[in-house]
């Protein structure tokens, strides 16, 4: 879809915050035309960025320049969702279909094969990914991700509902100071960008059901969670004891100070040194 002045403006904002010789990339597959932000240098290992619900691949812009000293990073605008991805006539509906067109994207990149990040409701697309294409995930990491090892809390689900019911500034920024703890470590650009991308017309994202404990004792990619310790999106203890349960071989740790809507940004060189360890 077509973004609107507001937002666009707003996304420039942020880039601002990414590396200068950061590249827009324009991807066309069956399901539309998919903006991907890449940096890097050309010839290193690759590494997809997932951004979450009712958010856009700016919001790396706290990670990108540190991660990219290691890797080609690419971050795709979920196409559907606010963002300068424009859907065509065949928009992914399902959970096949968005796999499907994640890696289409990945193969006109040019990159058959890779390390997937992803955050929040990007982590749940990054799980299923490494899930039903393991031969396409070298590692997997996932920040404080959503739908994966338990349901979102009841107390989150309702403060919510009135932004989703009825979307307004107020609301999202309530909602996000509420979550956040009313954050200061967070850009106030990216602040303008959440609220512009929770208002713009998009699909809502596209979800099945939890993963099943079989098929995650199942999975062989090399795993990392790093979970909010602030998160009011779920029980993080309880996330992460079903993780370690199920999760063969995988690495947890949670980073101190951070909420849910805080996380890759908050305390973002704790994270970034998480990840390059892991990625490394």
């Not at 929040?120 to 090892?149: E, H, I, M």
């Not at 932004?163 to 107020?170: D, E, G, N």
Request: hydrophobic share 40%; aromatic share 8%.
């Amino acid at each position: 879809m077509h973004p609107d002045h507001h937002l666009s403006s707003a996304y420039d904002a942020v880039l601002g915050h990414w590396p200068q010789d950061t590249e827009s990339i324009d991807v066309t597959t069956v399901h539309g035309t998919t903006h991907v932000l890449a940096c890097g240098p050309a010839d290193a290992p690759p590494l997809l960025l997932l951004h979450g619900g009712f958010a856009t691949a700016a919001a790396w812009y706290a990670n990108a320049a540190e991660l990219c000293r290691t890797h080609r990073l690419y971050a795709p605008d979920r196409i559907g969702e606010a963002g300068l991805s424009t859907p065509g006539r065949n928009p992914p509906r399902s959970e096949a279909a968005l796999l499907e067109w994640l890696t289409s994207v990945c193969d006109a990149l040019g990159v058959p094969r890779t390390d997937v990040c992803g955050h929040s409701y990007g982590g749940r697309l990054a799980l299923d990914l490494a899930l039903r294409a393991p031969d396409r995930v070298r590692k997997l990491a996932l920040l404080d991700p959503t739908q994966c090892f338990t349901g979102f809390s009841r107390r989150y689900l309702l403060r919510a509902l009135p932004r989703l019911l009825k979307p307004s500034a107020h609301s999202t920024e309530a909602f996000w100071d509420w979550e956040t703890g009313g954050s200061q470590d967070i850009a106030p650009a990216y602040r303008q960008l959440y609220v512009a991308a929770s208002l713009a017309p998009q699909r809502i994202p596209v979800l099945g059901r939890r993963p099943k404990p079989a098929a995650l004792r199942a999975l062989t990619v090399p795993t990392l969670v790093l979970w909010a310790a602030d998160s009011r999106v779920h029980d993080v203890r309880k996330a992460d004891a079903h993780a370690r349960r199920w999760l063969p071989g995988v690495t947890t740790a949670t980073v101190p100070g951070v909420s849910h809507h805080g996380m890759p940004y908050v305390a973002a060189a704790e994270t970034d040194a998480l990840l390059a360890d892991f990625l490394a």
